[in-house]
């Protein structure tokens, strides 16, 4: 899937060549997981997996939206008038693009319509952001043709701002920032307090590494509510030490924090995670920045046993994909994403991405889990006008 064809499926539904033409990625997260609700730090690099979107204009007030990858691709185009948009009153994936129409006209944004068609290779559900991607692209094709002039960080803002109120899922800013800001061979490290931003090198292929992402295929149902008590937990555990937010909590104060917190299991867990995971974010970053690619592997491992053992959110098929990973030469194996499914990534040697995938695929099949889907992620570019 190119550009090209997504401009002549987009002539076909509207009958007239689009304006232009964009893409926007995906995003897998490297280290520092649910950290963004704590005002803490992340690491996301974009995949080369992508949404792209044909664009063009309209003045009459009319938004036509169309998807490649629903209804098995038939010519069915959803058309919502904007001054009708409203949150939370939509459940389809029109909700993903008509949000980010909504959040740009409430923010004083002079968009009078569009007609959009659109295509990603970004697997949903997967904990990959394919939803990211698609807001992503649709506001740096708005923000262009209407020459709104907004910066990446905003568009990133108005995307997530999209997401929480307009489509009401709760996410923090990390996938839209990634997805919108994010650059080829390196990993974003942001910290989600100002939203600053550094470009970290990331270039595996250079290194002799790989990495892989181990798409499970299984998300556990009770992920929704588990999110929610744990950002609440955390919140607790700020209120208890009398802080804005655990990043507040020095990595060098940790063990007095905990102290502090005494009897409340639950919170020293929770909190113990998110300040170590913010350590080994910046120890990551240090790594990378020295040029120690190969020594991120047992940081990334640490944080896997971090969330399985503090904060509790992995489950037996994460488990499985970084055990056998490291029980067969990975550098270095965590889950990544929310938790409870999804993806896992794997840091190793170029020379071991076979065997350690036939391994992997067999253990899957060992244990009577459903076969997962593995993929080499190449840190990738942000999202890009095509033509
Ligand atoms: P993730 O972002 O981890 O992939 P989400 O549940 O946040 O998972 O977003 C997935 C949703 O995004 C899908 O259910 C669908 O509504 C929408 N979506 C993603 N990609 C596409 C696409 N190519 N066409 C239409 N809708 C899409
Ligand atoms: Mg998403």
């Not at 909504?102 to 923010?107: G, I, M, N």
């Not at 120690?292 to 047992?298: C, E, K, Q, S």
């Amino acid at each position: 899937m190119g550009a090209q064809q997504v401009a002549e499926r987009f002539a076909e539904l509207y009958g007239a060549e689009p304006e232009g033409v964009w893409a926007a990625p995906g995003r897998v997260n490297l280290i520092g997981e649910h950290t963004d609700y704590n005002d803490g730090f992340v690491m996301p690099f974009a995949l080369p997996h992508q949404a792209i979107a044909a664009v063009s204009r309209r003045t009459d007030g009319i938004l036509r939206l169309h998807s490649a990858d629903i209804d098995g691709g038939g010519a069915q185009v959803t058309e919502l008038r904007l001054d009708a948009l409203a949150p939370e009153t939509d459940r389809e994936w029109t909700a993903y693009p008509a949000g980010v129409v909504w959040a740009l006209r409430e923010a004083g944004h002079a968009v009078t319509g569009a007609d959009i068609h659109l295509a990603s290779t970004v697997p949903t559900g997967a904990g990959l952001s394919s939803s990211a991607a698609l807001e992503v692209v649709v506001a740096l094709a708005l923000n262009d043709l209407y020459e709104l002039g907004l910066q990446r960080w905003r568009l990133a803002r108005l995307c997530q701002r999209a997401e929480n109120v307009y489509v009401g899922a709760p996410t923090g800013i990390m996938d839209q920032t990634a997805s919108a800001c994010c650059e080829p061979g390196h990993a974003l490290f942001l910290d989600t307090r100002d939203l600053s931003q550094q470009q970290i090198p990331f270039d595996l292929a250079a290194e002799g590494l790989r990495l892989l992402v181990v798409d499970t295929q299984v998300k556990h149902a009770h992920s929704g509510g588990e999110y929610g008590k744990r950002r609440a937990g955390c919140e607790k555990g700020a209120a208890l030490l009398g802080v804005d937010a655990l990043r507040d909590i020095p990595y060098d104060g940790l063990d007095a924090a905990l102290a502090r917190l005494g009897d409340e299991e639950e919170v020293v867990r929770l909190v113990r995670h998110v300040v170590t995971e913010d350590e080994r974010v910046e120890r990551i970053v240090a790594l990378l920045r020295a040029g120690d690619t190969r020594a991120i592997g047992p940081v990334l491992t640490a944080g896997h046993a971090s969330l399985r053992d503090d904060f509790r959110i992995s489950c037996p098929e994460l488990d499985l994909v970084v055990d056998t990973a490291l029980a067969h030469g990975a550098l270095g194996a965590r889950m990544t994403g929310g938790g409870f499914g999804g993806s896992a990534i794997v840091l190793t040697e170029a020379t071991e991405v076979d065997t350690l995938t036939k391994t992997i695929e067999e253990a899957f099949a060992a244990a009577a889990f459903k076969a997962p889907r593995l993929f080499e992620a190449v840190p990738s570019a942000g999202a890009h006008r095509l033509n």
